[in-house]
């Protein structure tokens, strides 16, 4: 390339420099006067625009509460298994209708011009401030941790910060009264199954002290000849067995008599099961849905999707009642083949000494009743005692980590950002407007020099 086309270009060059700085300089007046307009427009947008207050609390949800084992709190689930159903629902839970209008109750936000501009003195009236509160709360889980973020707008900083803190304190008043409720249900059936247990210890006792009475036999402690230690051995493995049917007939037999009532063998985990889980979520999908019903009408795809839910959860009901019951069939199965292997052998045992100590092998027997009667009322007692201090104990580990504290700025974009936007965009458009006017109105050409 050569010297001149080199010169030629920067020539080119510098004069367009030239004529883009005497453009701006010619269309000064317009390209301000853009950035004025833009500067009054984005002032008078920002001053039309009514940005709300965002405040948010965290709570920590655990659906593995605490038990009293002994003198010791310990989790229900040791395994440390999550219940990822339950802790799906928690955001639905946490926006339920009865819960939002116990916060709007308890705040006293019946006339508040943002939630219930129009009162809340007829059902209608409510009902439409409920979904505005739902609208201004939302929840979101906090990656794949056990905290839920409860976050909620107003026009007004404190009443941002106090309707995100009642709305984490209502619910988890809602979920430790949900748990008392199932507690002292299993107490209940509890009470009247320790009651028959009792009854039935008696029994066995009195015919102990009255066939040792009418045989003469007094027991001295000692274990024996062989056969009589064989016959000693078998029986305890007797009313092992024995203790296991007990438990699991006791088991079937609450199942029977009280459906959806915890039994005794399950009193243990009553708090916190995925069984009660699931009743509790069944319980309020169907509130929501005959609420849904009766303000949308039974096609409305919310009232369609509601009543979806509620299939499932009551398919995930019978599922789990029937996998539960199966398995403590097939359990008392096991456990009566054992007994009655086990009580054929002490049978042929007994059979072989029956001249010699008959009486005292049916001493033993009715002892051995009356010991496995005795272990299940003792066991039924201690979790009966356990389950009625749980209801004073503060057995939940769910709790609010992090109370909303009332914000110091709304949701207005930073003012640095604003300006910068309203320079540019000013810029963009009186560069824009002046070149369109020398497009279409050109100047008229100035006289050649000389």
């Known amino acids: 390339m050569s010297n001149d086309t080199i010169l030629s270009g920067a020539r080119v060059a510098a004069i367009d420099f030239v004529e883009i700085a005497r453009f701006l300089r010619r269309n000064l007046l317009v390209i301000v006067a853009a950035l004025v307009v833009v500067a009054a427009l984005a002032g008078v947008a920002l001053k039309l625009k009514s940005f709300d207050y965002r405040a948010s609390a965290e709570i920590l949800v655990n659906p593995q509460p605490l038990q009293i084992v002994g003198r010791d709190l310990t989790p229900t689930s040791p395994s440390g298994s999550i219940d990822t159903a339950f802790i799906d629902s928690q955001p639905?839970?946490?926006?339920?209708?009865?819960?939002?209008?116990?916060?709007?109750?308890?705040?006293?936000?019946?006339?508040?011009?943002?939630?219930?501009?129009?009162?809340?003195?007829?059902?209608?009236?409510?009902?439409?401030?409920?979904?505005?509160?739902?609208?201004?709360?939302?929840?979101?889980?906090?990656?794949?941790?056990?905290?839920?973020?409860?976050?909620?707008?107003?026009?007004?900083?404190?009443?941002?910060?106090?309707?995100?803190?009642?709305?984490?304190?209502?619910?988890?008043?809602?979920?430790?009264?949900?748990?008392?409720?199932?507690?002292?249900?299993?107490?209940?059936?509890?009470?009247?199954?320790?009651?028959t247990q009792r009854r039935k210890l008696e029994t066995a006792d009195r015919a102990v002290q009255d066939y040792r009475a009418a045989h003469d036999l007094v027991s001295n402690g000692t274990t024996g000849l062989v056969v009589d230690q064989q016959i000693g051995d078998l029986y305890t493995r007797i009313g092992a067995a024995r203790v296991a049917i007990a438990r699991l007939d006791a088991q079937l037999a609450g199942k029977t008599a009280a459906p959806g009532a915890e039994t005794a063998d399950a009193t243990e985990a009553t708090v916190g099961s995925t069984l009660a889980t699931l009743r509790a979520q069944k319980m309020t999908l169907s509130v929501e849905a005959a609420r849904l019903d009766q303000t949308l009408g039974p096609k409305h795809p919310s009232v369609v999707a509601a009543k979806t839910q509620l299939g499932k959860v009551e398919e995930?009901?019978?599922?789990?009642?029937?996998?539960?019951?199966?398995?403590?069939?097939?359990?008392?199965?096991?456990?009566?083949?054992?007994?009655?292997?086990?009580?054929?052998?002490?049978?042929?045992?007994?059979?072989?000494?029956?001249?010699?100590?008959?009486?005292?092998?049916?001493?033993?027997?009715?002892?051995?009743?009356?010991?496995?009667?005795?272990?299940?009322?003792?066991?039924?007692?201690?979790?009966?005692?356990?389950?009625?201090?749980?209801?004073?104990?503060?057995?939940?580990?769910?709790?609010?980590?992090?109370?909303?504290?009332?914000?110091?700025?709304?949701?207005?974009?930073?003012?640095?950002?604003?300006?910068?936007?309203?320079?540019?965009?000013?810029?963009?458009?009186?560069?824009?407007?002046?070149?369109?006017?020398?497009?279409?109105?050109?100047?008229?050409?100035?006289?050649?020099?000389?």
């Open 92 to 195: 639905t839970l946490i926006t339920s209708a009865p819960l939002l209008r116990e916060v709007i109750t308890s705040l006293g936000l019946q006339s508040d011009p943002v939630i219930a501009p129009g009162g809340t003195e007829t059902e209608a009236a409510m009902a439409a401030a409920v979904d505005r509160m739902r609208r201004a709360v939302t929840v979101e889980r906090v990656g794949q941790s056990l905290v839920f973020r409860i976050t909620a707008l107003h026009k007004q900083a404190d009443k941002a910060a106090a309707i995100a803190n009642a709305v984490a304190r209502i619910y988890l008043e809602r979920v430790d009264a949900g748990r008392n409720q199932n507690t002292a249900g299993a107490i209940r059936t509890l009470e009247a199954q320790t009651e």
């Open 316 to 450: 995930l009901i019978a599922r789990e009642e029937a996998r539960t019951k199966e398995n403590t069939r097939a359990e008392r199965d096991r456990a009566a083949a054992m007994l009655a292997s086990l009580t054929k052998q002490a049978r042929t045992l007994a059979e072989a000494q029956k001249s010699s100590n008959a009486a005292q092998v049916d001493l033993r027997e009715l002892e051995r009743d009356a010991g496995a009667i005795r272990v299940v009322y003792e066991d039924s007692l201690r979790r009966l005692n356990e389950l009625r201090q749980q209801i004073d104990l503060p057995t939940s580990n769910s709790q609010i980590i992090s109370a909303a504290e009332p914000p110091t700025r709304t949701g207005a974009p930073p003012l640095p950002l604003v300006a910068g936007a309203t320079l540019f965009f000013g810029f963009v458009l009186g560069v824009a407007v002046a070149f369109a006017k020398e497009t279409f109105f050109p100047r008229p050409a100035e006289p050649a020099p000389g």
